[in-house]
């Protein structure tokens, strides 16, 4: 069964960087597609960029397209997600999945189930 550690969160500045990651123990990262989430204070998750298996495809929210990369490290078994140019409507806590993704899905990376999680991190982006 995977197992996903997430690490790097943290506080920083408007503007500031920061890299997450997101460690898979049990799985091959690069057979699955990873996707990062995000839940802010009162608001829905929605996600933030994912990382298919059909050739490192990858879709980025809206919100964070320029600003936000997510890439694959296959030595380390981990996927990064590095967060550039930070906002403070970027808070929010931050959650890496896998999905198997048996099929390519025409419409992106983000309609796979994600069926195992990590276990979050906190992002806080100060004005």
């Known amino acids: 069964q995977a197992q996903l550690v997430q690490s790097g969160g943290g506080s920083v500045q408007s503007g500031g960087s920061l890299r997450l990651s997101c460690a898979a123990s049990?799985?091959?990262?690069?057979?699955?597609?990873v996707g990062w989430f995000r839940q802010g204070p009162g608001k829905e998750r929605e996600g933030v960029a994912c990382i298919s298996n059909d050739n490192d495809r990858t879709n980025y929210g809206d919100s964070v397209k320029g600003r936000f990369t997510v890439s694959r490290d296959l030595a380390q078994n981990t996927v990064y997600l590095q967060m550039n140019n930070l906002k403070p409507e970027d808070t929010a806590v931050y959650y890496c999945a896998t999905d198997p993704a048996l099929y390519i899905d025409p419409g992106g990376c983000f309609n796979y189930k994600y069926d195992s999680w990590g276990q979050g991190t906190q992002v806080t982006v100060s004005s």
């Open positions: 049990g799985i091959t990262l690069d057979y699955y597609a």
